[in-house]
């Protein structure tokens, strides 16, 4: 459009440069990945009852005969599995108060250049680096490590190679798969954390430790769902 | 919405102004410059050119097929060439020309046609474009390298298996399908955040421009379904690879190979509507202009693009009426395959509504609308005919299933294509495309298409199979497939033409000018091509066709940063200015990530190391690309503290 003389103007000048959640963006493009990552979960899930539907439905998982006594229903361990899901669900509400802070980092931060720096109310400048934010982050990515042992302990727990039949491979899929996913966060915690400890919590990191925390929370979720399917589901058809 | 001051005219961006804007949209010079360029503009448009190398490619496998076909017991090819040439063929269609060609038109068009600077997250793009070329490239360095896959562009298990399919042919397909929907989901959610966050102020959900309408929806469809494809595909491969082996589709260990149809047709029927929704977007922006009114029923046209997503995700199954199904779901599948007319018939209604007494200016692009109608026409009826179990299971593989794909196909997305290449070349260029040579192209592609395929209709029902390489003389079919031969060769000579008057426009067509066609949409407010910042002060609107609507006093957004890649994000539901966005600058590590992330997938053909190795320097590039460079951070003016936008669930 022409610019021309008469026209009337927005001045986007003084809207804020930073905002946070739903009205970015970067949420967007969070929450879609997150949508594509839902529906592959969901896909690979769906596979599994699709396969389990070809079975004699009581023999699921599908009995061993290669080993001595054959086993008539290898079901999972549950030992390891119970202990990664309930540490995983320990770390959200250690998340949520990383999470909870940095969004009050970021508020504090939004008002302090809504005001001019000369009236800002001194002493008022928000810490650079939040303890709570620092030592949680270091504290979930400690368990998310813990969690990623846990994990490698829990294939061979499956009692069944990945190679044997297709439930074997449905089932090493989706402890494998959820075993990327927290990989993925866990190295994106550390790099964040990184981050803030080179320079600060600022407004960008402080809303990209909260995106991080929202595909966590997912992660967990995910990870909740997957252990109700892959050791609950073969004890109770 | 901050409210406009009509008492502060806005000041012509003067010069400097637009020149410091260009020095900070502009991509560095030279070949650097060039890999790491994130503007949507260049990135759109080397999607679009890239596909139609590919389409160029996918063609000559096509014209080699048709020679074969073209006499009984045919030379020119012999059986196993024939297999990978036909597997190639649908692959490139499918995955390299028609979904990213519709991609990059979104990527181009989007931006500008919701009013700001670039598309939401520059960075992702330059990665995507970089995974299609990649995957592009291994098929066929593959095909020359005689791996070319060679056993249907859906490649169906058991035959696609270990056992049936050895060598690295399969897996040359289904690592590059991985790779290249990787490309198609990052576009896809590039699309989508630019269409609900970055469009003009005015443009609420009911202003937003049907082409990006579709795109929307088109996008939201790739979300759900690219992940079927790359799942099945991924899953295939790991049946194959020895070290891993597993058995999703071994029978004999409790797998199942309809499983791999299910998955593959959650994903392919989809697309479908993935590749026509585009074109549908790109018929609702050309009648307009060309009838000089605006469009008519646009509530019943979203409303149907809508539709026809969530319907095209319920009727994967009727690809699979020739297997064993439980009767009630052949039932439910006819249904629903039937009653996805519906809404595709509600857009036709309201295209020929728009038609229907205006003022037709039949320009090249229009022709190219009419001949659509024309085509797609025959390509729906005969889709309607195939919705019927008993008529699918009769022609099932055998030509009238080619005719009819091509014809919805070639029919439904190319023909509206044509008709976007020659109504934006313009907007790309600055020149027009010859007048004269588009009829001329028109009808040498209209004939030779329908030639070609028509043809294949009667083909099928004498029996015809598809898929093989030749066919004796007795069996009578030699007349109609060397009409289809003939077809093909005047097709080509139609699209070798088209090729050749743009390739002379650029240079020597007729100057353009930011609006030849007198549009109303808003890519036409600025200069053709457009300046690297897209518009010198970002516009509003007050209505669906703010050029038309424009009539010097509708307001301009000021204030924005001309040092730094700043755009205006707005509401989601009113598109109210809410606040702005900084933009990442240009960087070579999407560049490097798409290096890794394609070594992965090359790497996975012959090891299942390269996933741990390729995801690590994959990791490290992506450290690389989000690690904060030395750019200076957006300045924080003093600022009004917002209200909570309009919407809150926002």
């Known amino acids: ?237 | 919405m901050i409210a406009a001051r009509p008492d502060h005219p806005a000041p012509e961006p003067d010069d400097a102004a637009r020149a410091a804007l260009a020095r900070t949209w502009a991509r560095a010079p030279g070949l650097y410059g060039w890999i790491t360029t994130t503007s949507h503009k260049d990135i759109g448009l080397r999607f679009v050119v890239t596909a139609f190398v590919f389409l160029a490619l996918g063609g000559i496998l096509a014209l080699a097929m048709r020679l074969q076909l073209a006499t009984p017991q045919g030379r020119a090819l012999g059986p196993d060439a024939y297999n990978q040439f036909f597997t190639t063929h649908g692959t490139t269609m499918m995955f390299l020309f028609a979904v990213p060609v519709m991609e990059g038109m979104g990527l181009y068009l989007v931006p500008l046609m919701v009013g700001t600077r670039n598309d939401c997250f520059p960075l992702l793009m330059n990665f995507g474009y970089y995974c299609y070329l990649f995957a592009g490239l291994m098929l066929y360095v593959a095909l020359v390298l005689n791996t070319g896959p060679d056993m249907g562009w859906f490649s169906y298990v058991p035959l696609s298996g270990p056992d049936y399919s050895p060598g690295k042919r399969v897996d040359v397909w289904s690592q590059m399908v991985t790779l290249v929907e990787i490309s198609t989901l990052v576009g896809a959610v590039e699309i989508i955040a630019t269409a609900f966050k970055l469009r003009a102020p005015g443009m609420s959900l009911n202003r937003i421009p049907l082409f990006v309408w579709t795109m929307v929806v088109t996008s939201f469809m790739i979300v759900f379904a690219m992940p079927a494809v790359m799942l099945s595909s991924t899953m295939l491969a790991a049946d194959r690879l020895t070290g891993i082996s597993t058995h999703f589709y071994n029978q004999a260990e409790g797998g199942d190979a309809l499983l791999w149809q299910h998955l593959f047709w959650f994903f392919a029927h989809p697309e479908v509507y993935i590749i026509f929704l585009p074109a549908t977007g790109f018929l609702a922006t050309i009648i307009p202009t060309f009838t000089r009114r605006t469009i008519f029923g646009y509530p019943a046209l979203v409303l149907s693009l809508v539709a026809t997503a969530f319907i095209g995700f319920g009727v994967w199954v009727h690809h699979m009426f020739a297997t064993p199904l439980p009767r009630v779901g052949q039932g439910v599948f006819t249904g629903a395959s039937l009653m996805i007319v519906i809404p595709n018939g509600i857009q036709i209604f309201c295209w020929v509504a728009t038609l229907w007494g205006g003022r037709i200016r039949v320009r090249t692009p229009m022709l190219f609308v009419l001949g659509f109608f024309a085509a797609f026409l025959i390509g729906g009826l005969s889709g309607v005919l195939l919705a019927s179990v008993s008529i699918d299971v009769q022609v099932h593989d055998t030509f009238f299933v080619v005719a009819h794909l091509h014809y919805v196909l070639i029919g439904g997305a190319v023909f509206p294509l044509l008709a976007a290449v020659y109504y934006w070349y313009p907007k790309w260029t600055g020149r027009m495309l010859g007048e004269r040579t588009g009829w001329v192209v028109f009808w040498l592609v209209f004939i030779g298409f329908n030639l070609t395929f028509f043809p294949m209709h009667h083909l099928g029902i004498w029996g015809m199979p598809r898929r093989v390489y030749t066919y004796l003389p007795e069996q009578g079919w030699h007349g109609l497939n060397l009409v289809a031969t003939v077809g093909s060769w005047v097709l080509a000579m139609g699209l070798l033409l088209l090729v050749v008057n743009a390739w002379w426009s650029r240079r020597y067509g007729e100057v353009a000018g930011p609006d030849p066609w007198g549009a109303g949409t808003l890519e036409w407010a600025t200069e053709s091509p457009p300046p690297p910042y897209n518009f010198a002060s970002l516009p509003t609107v007050r209505g669906r066709e703010p050029v038309w609507e424009d009539d010097g006093t509708t307001p301009v957004v000021t204030g924005l940063a001309t040092d730094t890649r700043e755009v205006l994000v707005t509401t989601l539901h009113d598109a109210a200015p809410d606040h702005r966005y900084h933009m990442a600058g240009d960087s070579v590590w999407p560049f490097l990530a798409a290096l890794a992330t394609a070594g992965i997938f090359v790497g996975l053909i012959f090891h299942p190391a390269a996933f741990p190795i390729g995801s690590v320097a994959t990791g490290l590039a992506i450290i690389g690309w989000f690690w904060p460079s030395k750019e200076p951070e957006p300045i924080h003016h003093e600022h009004e503290r917002p209200a909570v936008p309009d919407g809150g669930g926002e």
Not at chain 1, 58 to 71: E, H, M, R, S, V
Not at chain 1, 202 to 219: F, K, V
């Open chain 1, 1 to 237: 459009m022409t610019v021309t003389a008469t026209r009337p103007t927005i001045d986007a000048s003084r809207l804020p440069a930073e905002v946070r959640d739903g009205r970015t963006p970067a949420w967007w493009g969070n929450v879609l990945f997150m949508t594509i990552e839902t529906t592959t979960v969901a896909l690979l899930l769906a596979s599994y009852f699709y396969l389990w539907r070809n079975y004699p439905q009581d023999q699921w998982p599908p009995p061993q005969g290669n080993t001595d006594p054959p086993i008539l229903k290898p079901v999972p361990d549950l030992l390891l599995g119970t202990v990664n899901v309930l540490l995983l669900v320990a770390t959200v509400p250690l998340m949520r108060l990383v999470d909870r802070r940095c969004g009050r980092q970021f508020d504090d931060l939004e008002k302090l250049h809504a005001t001019k720096p000369s009236k800002a109310p001194p002493g008022k400048r928000p810490p650079a680096r939040p303890r709570v934010v620092m030592y949680g982050m270091l504290a979930v990515f400690a368990l998310g490590c813990i969690s990623l042992v846990l994990r490698w302990h829990e294939f061979p727990a499956l009692n069944v190679r990945w190679n044997e039949n297709a439930y074997a491979s449905l089932v090493w899929s989706l402890l494998g798969l959820h075993f990327v996913y927290i990989a993925i966060e866990v190295v994106e915690i550390a790099v964040l954390f990184a981050w803030a400890a080179l320079f600060e919590v600022g407004e960008n990191q402080a809303g990209d430790i909260i995106l991080t925390a929202e595909y966590w929370y997912w992660t967990v979720g995910v990870g909740v769902v997957i252990y109700a399917v892959v050791y609950w589901f073969p004890r109770v058809v």
